[in-house]
Protein backbone atom coordinates (compact mmCIF):
# COMPACT_ATOMS: atom_id res chain seq x y z
CA UNK A 1 0.00 0.00 0.00
CA UNK A 2 0.95 3.37 -0.89
CA UNK A 3 0.21 6.55 0.96
CA UNK A 4 1.27 9.85 -1.28
CA UNK A 5 -0.58 13.38 -1.81
CA UNK A 6 -1.22 15.53 -4.85
CA UNK A 7 -0.77 19.20 -5.75
CA UNK A 8 -3.44 18.69 -8.22
CA UNK A 9 -5.92 16.70 -9.51
CA UNK A 10 -4.91 16.86 -13.06
CA UNK A 11 -2.47 13.88 -11.79
CA UNK A 12 -5.13 11.69 -11.01
CA UNK A 13 -7.86 10.07 -13.68
CA UNK A 14 -11.03 11.25 -13.12
CA UNK A 15 -12.71 8.12 -13.48
CA UNK A 16 -10.11 6.75 -10.52
CA UNK A 17 -11.18 9.55 -8.02
CA UNK A 18 -14.85 9.43 -8.91
CA UNK A 19 -15.62 5.64 -8.51
CA UNK A 20 -14.14 6.55 -4.84
CA UNK A 21 -16.36 9.90 -4.83
CA UNK A 22 -19.89 7.63 -5.98
CA UNK A 23 -22.29 10.57 -7.23
CA UNK A 24 -23.87 11.19 -3.59
CA UNK A 25 -22.04 14.51 -3.52
CA UNK A 26 -21.21 16.45 -6.42
CA UNK A 27 -18.99 18.68 -4.62
CA UNK A 28 -16.24 15.58 -3.99
CA UNK A 29 -16.69 14.38 -7.55
CA UNK A 30 -13.40 15.28 -10.09
CA UNK A 31 -14.72 17.85 -12.30
CA UNK A 32 -15.71 20.20 -9.43
CA UNK A 33 -12.47 20.19 -7.54
CA UNK A 34 -10.38 20.51 -10.53
CA UNK A 35 -12.76 23.62 -12.13
CA UNK A 36 -11.31 25.17 -8.38
CA UNK A 37 -8.29 24.44 -9.83
CA UNK A 38 -8.39 25.44 -13.44
CA UNK A 39 -10.60 28.98 -12.96
CA UNK A 40 -7.54 30.10 -10.09
CA UNK A 41 -10.08 30.11 -7.07
CA UNK A 42 -7.75 28.44 -5.00
CA UNK A 43 -4.16 29.55 -4.84
CA UNK A 44 -4.64 33.40 -5.38
CA UNK A 45 -6.98 33.07 -1.95
CA UNK A 46 -4.53 30.65 0.17
CA UNK A 47 -5.65 26.70 -1.06
CA UNK A 48 -2.92 25.04 -1.60
CA UNK A 49 -4.02 21.95 -3.18
CA UNK A 50 -2.59 18.53 -1.37
CA UNK A 51 -4.88 15.47 -2.23
CA UNK A 52 -4.06 12.81 -0.05
CA UNK A 53 -3.98 9.81 -1.77
CA UNK A 54 -3.96 6.05 -1.04
CA UNK A 55 -2.74 3.29 -3.45
CA UNK A 56 -3.12 -0.58 -3.61
CA UNK A 57 -0.18 -2.88 -3.97
CA UNK A 58 -1.12 -3.30 -7.44
CA UNK A 59 -1.41 0.65 -8.27
CA UNK A 60 -5.32 1.45 -8.07
CA UNK A 61 -6.84 4.38 -5.99
CA UNK A 62 -8.48 2.87 -3.14
CA UNK A 63 -8.43 6.08 -0.88
CA UNK A 64 -8.61 9.83 -1.17
CA UNK A 65 -9.67 12.82 0.46
CA UNK A 66 -9.59 17.02 -0.96
CA UNK A 67 -7.31 18.02 1.51
CA UNK A 68 -5.75 21.79 1.28
CA UNK A 69 -2.89 23.64 2.99
CA UNK A 70 -4.39 27.14 4.43
CA UNK A 71 -2.80 30.27 4.71
CA UNK A 72 -5.77 31.91 6.22
CA UNK A 73 -9.28 30.75 7.27
CA UNK A 74 -11.70 32.11 4.62
CA UNK A 75 -13.83 30.73 2.65
CA UNK A 76 -14.57 27.64 5.12
CA UNK A 77 -17.58 28.41 6.50
CA UNK A 78 -16.13 28.06 9.70
CA UNK A 79 -15.14 30.53 12.27
CA UNK A 80 -11.57 29.65 13.84
CA UNK A 81 -10.26 33.08 14.42
CA UNK A 82 -10.63 32.54 18.20
CA UNK A 83 -7.99 29.73 17.48
CA UNK A 84 -5.61 31.50 15.39
CA UNK A 85 -5.73 34.69 17.59
CA UNK A 86 -5.27 32.65 20.96
CA UNK A 87 -2.31 30.68 19.69
CA UNK A 88 -1.01 34.23 18.52
CA UNK A 89 -1.32 35.12 22.28
CA UNK A 90 0.41 32.63 22.80
CA UNK A 91 3.39 33.42 20.53
CA UNK A 92 2.63 29.66 18.69
CA UNK A 93 2.40 29.50 14.67
CA UNK A 94 -1.32 28.86 13.44
CA UNK A 95 -1.02 29.65 9.61
CA UNK A 96 -0.28 27.17 7.88
CA UNK A 97 -3.06 24.29 8.50
CA UNK A 98 -4.43 21.25 6.91
CA UNK A 99 -7.79 21.77 5.81
CA UNK A 100 -9.69 18.42 4.59
CA UNK A 101 -13.10 20.21 3.21
CA UNK A 102 -15.22 21.68 -0.52
CA UNK A 103 -13.32 24.84 -0.89
CA UNK A 104 -16.30 27.59 -0.30
CA UNK A 105 -19.07 24.81 0.09
CA UNK A 106 -20.29 24.45 3.31
CA UNK A 107 -22.41 21.36 2.60
CA UNK A 108 -22.04 18.21 4.66
CA UNK A 109 -20.96 14.89 2.28
CA UNK A 110 -18.03 12.46 2.13
CA UNK A 111 -14.67 13.61 3.14
CA UNK A 112 -13.16 9.77 3.52
CA UNK A 113 -12.94 8.29 -0.11
CA UNK A 114 -12.48 4.89 0.06
CA UNK A 115 -12.95 1.58 -2.03
CA UNK A 116 -16.54 -0.42 -1.32
CA UNK A 117 -16.49 2.53 1.72
CA UNK A 118 -13.73 0.11 3.86
CA UNK A 119 -13.48 1.73 7.54
CA UNK A 120 -9.79 0.68 7.48
CA UNK A 121 -9.29 2.96 4.42
CA UNK A 122 -11.21 5.63 5.95
CA UNK A 123 -9.09 5.16 9.15
CA UNK A 124 -5.63 4.94 7.06
CA UNK A 125 -6.77 8.55 5.49
CA UNK A 126 -7.48 10.28 8.92
CA UNK A 127 -4.19 9.12 10.31
CA UNK A 128 -2.38 9.94 7.01
CA UNK A 129 -3.56 13.50 6.93
CA UNK A 130 -2.16 14.06 10.74
CA UNK A 131 1.71 12.51 9.20
CA UNK A 132 1.51 14.76 6.45
CA UNK A 133 0.82 18.08 9.09
CA UNK A 134 3.69 16.51 11.47
CA UNK A 135 5.65 16.08 8.42
CA UNK A 136 5.09 19.41 7.05
CA UNK A 137 5.31 21.36 9.88
CA UNK A 138 1.46 22.35 9.97
CA UNK A 139 -0.14 23.57 13.32
CA UNK A 140 -3.32 21.32 12.69
CA UNK A 141 -5.80 19.53 11.09
CA UNK A 142 -9.78 19.68 9.88
CA UNK A 143 -12.16 17.92 8.66
CA UNK A 144 -15.12 20.15 7.65
CA UNK A 145 -18.86 19.34 7.17
CA UNK A 146 -18.50 15.68 7.61
CA UNK A 147 -21.28 12.72 7.42
CA UNK A 148 -21.99 11.37 11.00
CA UNK A 149 -20.13 8.04 9.68
CA UNK A 150 -16.94 10.26 8.78
CA UNK A 151 -16.94 12.02 12.52
CA UNK A 152 -17.23 8.96 14.17
CA UNK A 153 -14.04 7.40 12.61
CA UNK A 154 -12.46 10.91 13.46
CA UNK A 155 -12.75 10.62 16.58
CA UNK A 156 -11.96 7.06 16.84
CA UNK A 157 -8.53 8.28 15.76
CA UNK A 158 -8.09 11.16 18.91
CA UNK A 159 -9.21 13.65 17.00
CA UNK A 160 -11.10 16.68 19.27
CA UNK A 161 -14.98 17.55 18.12
CA UNK A 162 -16.08 20.99 16.74
CA UNK A 163 -20.00 21.46 16.83
CA UNK A 164 -21.69 24.30 14.81
CA UNK A 165 -25.49 24.68 13.39
CA UNK A 166 -26.89 24.98 10.28
CA UNK A 167 -30.41 25.28 9.30
CA UNK A 168 -32.02 23.34 6.68
CA UNK A 169 -34.99 22.88 4.89
CA UNK A 170 -35.80 19.30 3.89
CA UNK A 171 -38.36 17.97 1.53
CA UNK A 172 -40.72 15.27 3.32
CA UNK A 173 -42.25 13.99 0.30
CA UNK A 174 -44.12 17.21 -0.77
CA UNK A 175 -45.85 16.67 -4.08
CA UNK A 176 -46.61 20.66 -5.01
CA UNK A 177 -46.21 23.61 -3.29
CA UNK A 178 -49.55 23.29 -1.70
CA UNK A 179 -48.50 20.03 0.29
CA UNK A 180 -45.47 22.19 2.24
CA UNK A 181 -48.42 25.04 3.29
CA UNK A 182 -50.86 23.08 4.70
CA UNK A 183 -48.02 22.03 7.31
CA UNK A 184 -47.66 25.65 8.16
CA UNK A 185 -50.45 27.81 10.36
CA UNK A 186 -52.48 29.98 8.25
CA UNK A 187 -51.10 33.26 9.32
CA UNK A 188 -48.13 31.53 7.13
CA UNK A 189 -49.87 30.72 4.52
CA UNK A 190 -51.04 33.71 4.10
CA UNK A 191 -48.29 35.79 4.09
CA UNK A 192 -46.46 33.40 1.57
CA UNK A 193 -49.22 33.04 -0.56
CA UNK A 194 -49.80 37.19 -0.42
CA UNK A 195 -45.92 38.01 -0.85
CA UNK A 196 -46.20 34.86 -4.39
CA UNK A 197 -48.94 37.27 -5.51
CA UNK A 198 -47.33 40.72 -5.26
CA UNK A 199 -44.22 38.92 -7.37
CA UNK A 200 -46.69 37.81 -9.94
CA UNK A 201 -48.85 41.03 -9.96
CA UNK A 202 -45.26 43.28 -10.31
CA UNK A 203 -45.01 40.90 -13.45
CA UNK A 204 -41.53 39.43 -12.69
CA UNK A 205 -41.45 36.25 -14.87
CA UNK A 206 -39.08 33.66 -13.49
CA UNK A 207 -36.88 31.01 -15.82
CA UNK A 208 -35.28 28.15 -15.08
CA UNK A 209 -32.49 27.48 -17.59
CA UNK A 210 -29.46 24.50 -17.66
CA UNK A 211 -25.85 25.68 -17.49
CA UNK A 212 -25.25 24.58 -21.09
CA UNK A 213 -28.72 26.34 -22.21
CA UNK A 214 -27.02 30.35 -21.14
CA UNK A 215 -25.82 32.22 -23.58
CA UNK A 216 -22.76 34.36 -23.42
CA UNK A 217 -24.64 37.30 -22.45
CA UNK A 218 -26.90 35.52 -19.26
CA UNK A 219 -23.53 33.87 -18.17
CA UNK A 220 -21.87 37.35 -17.77
CA UNK A 221 -24.90 38.74 -15.97
CA UNK A 222 -25.82 35.94 -13.98
CA UNK A 223 -21.83 36.30 -12.68
CA UNK A 224 -21.66 40.14 -12.06
CA UNK A 225 -24.73 39.59 -9.82
CA UNK A 226 -23.06 37.35 -7.71
CA UNK A 227 -19.85 39.45 -7.56
CA UNK A 228 -21.72 42.57 -6.50
CA UNK A 229 -23.19 40.46 -3.53
CA UNK A 230 -19.53 40.39 -2.21
CA UNK A 231 -18.73 43.58 -3.23
CA UNK A 232 -21.51 45.08 -1.56
CA UNK A 233 -20.21 43.54 1.48
CA UNK A 234 -16.59 44.09 1.28
CA UNK A 235 -15.66 40.44 0.28
CA UNK A 236 -14.06 38.73 -2.83
CA UNK A 237 -15.62 36.77 -5.41
CA UNK A 238 -13.26 33.88 -5.11
CA UNK A 239 -15.23 31.46 -7.64
CA UNK A 240 -14.08 32.60 -11.23
CA UNK A 241 -16.99 32.84 -14.36
CA UNK A 242 -14.42 29.96 -16.17
CA UNK A 243 -14.94 28.13 -12.81
CA UNK A 244 -18.87 27.86 -13.07
CA UNK A 245 -18.88 27.46 -16.89
CA UNK A 246 -16.67 24.27 -16.37
CA UNK A 247 -19.34 23.15 -14.01
CA UNK A 248 -22.02 23.84 -16.23
CA UNK A 249 -23.44 20.77 -16.93
CA UNK A 250 -24.17 20.53 -12.70
CA UNK A 251 -25.99 24.22 -12.77
CA UNK A 252 -29.68 25.29 -12.86
CA UNK A 253 -29.62 29.11 -13.56
CA UNK A 254 -32.85 30.69 -11.83
CA UNK A 255 -33.25 34.11 -13.99
CA UNK A 256 -35.86 36.62 -12.78
CA UNK A 257 -37.11 39.14 -15.24
CA UNK A 258 -39.23 42.22 -15.09
CA UNK A 259 -41.58 42.09 -17.66
CA UNK A 260 -42.37 45.86 -17.60
CA UNK A 261 -38.95 47.14 -18.32
CA UNK A 262 -38.58 44.56 -21.59
CA UNK A 263 -39.59 46.68 -24.28
CA UNK A 264 -40.88 44.29 -27.43
CA UNK A 265 -41.08 45.97 -30.62
CA UNK A 266 -43.40 45.29 -32.82
CA UNK A 267 -42.60 43.94 -36.75
CA UNK A 268 -43.20 46.49 -39.36
CA UNK A 269 -44.03 46.31 -42.92
CA UNK A 270 -42.48 48.22 -45.69
CA UNK A 271 -44.57 49.36 -48.41
CA UNK A 272 -43.17 49.69 -51.86
Known amino acids: MKLTTAKSLKEIPAEAWDALAGESSPFVQ ?8 LGDCLLPYGWQPQYLLIYSDDNELIGAAPAYIKTNSYGEFV ?9 QRAQLQYYPKLVIAVPYSPVTGPRLLAKDDNADIKKLLVEFS ?3 AEQQ ?9 NTQQDHDIQLATGLLPRFDYQFHWHNKNYKNFDDF ?22 GINIRIITGPELTAQQWQEMYNFYA ?26 VLAYDLSLIHISEPTRLRR
Open 130 to 132: IGV
Open 228 to 253: ITFMKKYGTATLSLDFFKAIAHKLLA
Open 181 to 202: LVTLNSKKRKNIRRERRKVQEA
Open 30 to 37: HDFLLALE
Open 137 to 145: QLSSVHWLF
Open 79 to 87: FDWAWADAC
